[in-house]
């Protein structure tokens, strides 16, 4: 079937540092990509998303880079807080269903 | 900022048992959605329902599960004989549209269900 996923389970950081996650998904028809943030013992918190007609997008500290051509989506988050440790999910949404494919989930950790 | 609420937060439950979770969507939503998130694993779809009916389901959604809009506010997850590997975070989530079309789907903050 088709899945989205993430290359590595964890990524250590320095704060201040940046921070790059990966995503590889494997469904070229997915139109609309979202990475997610979840806290322990908490429910997923959207960050930003990305439609497959731009291959970036800014928010605040974080930019969304999607390339269609090897299929990988990626999240920068510019100077790595402690509050950023969390696991980041990678999602696609199956094309006007609404039913979001996740990937496996990274695990952030921010060394202070 | 508005919010999607779930009860309850953790339940402990014995096997065989009836199970309902409750979830308020954000009141301007149409769309709404169950998740589960197994221990440790990432979050999987379960169900979508819109407009009193069941959009999609995936194959984990089996004749045990149910969901229903009793009211105007909320919606329910019903698991009717609970097992053991039915033991993870159950998520609601909710949204003003289908698909993407530039909605942003909200997540609740979880019910735990433990299956003893």
């Known amino acids: 079937g088709e899945s989205v996923g993430l290359h590595l389970p964890t990524l250590s950081v320095q704060e201040g540092d940046n921070s790059i996650i990966n995503c590889a998904y494997s469904?070229?028809?997915?139109?609309?990509f979202i990475w997610y943030k979840q806290e322990s013992g908490k429910g997923p918190q959207f960050i930003i998303d990305?439609?497959?007609?731009?291959d970036k997008r800014q928010g605040q500290r974080v930019t969304v880079l999607l390339n269609k051509t090897v299929k990988h989506l990626s999240l920068q988050i510019a100077a790595t807080q402690p509050g950023d440790s969390a696991v980041y999910f990678c999602?696609?949404?199956?094309?006007?269903?609404?039913?979001?494919?996740f990937g496996q989930g990274t695990t952030l950790q921010v060394k202070p | 900022e508005p919010e999607v609420t779930q009860t309850p937060s953790h339940q402990v439950t014995q096997m065989g048992q009836e199970v309902i979770l409750r979830c308020v969507p954000i009141?301007?939503?149409?769309?709404f959605y169950w998740y589960r998130q197994i221990l440790g694993q990432k979050v999987e779809f379960l169900v979508s329902?819109?407009?009193?009916?069941?959009?999609?389901k995936s194959e984990i959604f089996d004749d045990q599960f149910s969901v229903e809009r009793p009211d105007g506010s909320n919606f329910t997850l019903k698991i009717r004989s609970t097992k053991l590997e039915d033991s993870a975070m159950y998520f609601c989530?909710?949204?003003?549209?289908?698909?993407?079309?530039?909605?942003?789907?909200?997540f609740g903050e979880g019910s735990w269900l433990t299956v003893v």
């Open positions: 989530a909710s949204s003003r549209d289908p698909g993407p079309s530039g909605n942003t789907i909200y």
């Open positions: 469904n070229s028809a997915s139109d609309y």
């Open positions: 990305i439609r497959s007609n731009m």
């Open positions: 999602a696609e949404i199956a094309s006007n269903t609404g039913k979001l494919i």
């Open positions: 009141s301007n939503h149409l769309y």
């Open positions: 329902f819109y407009n009193n009916e069941i959009s999609e």
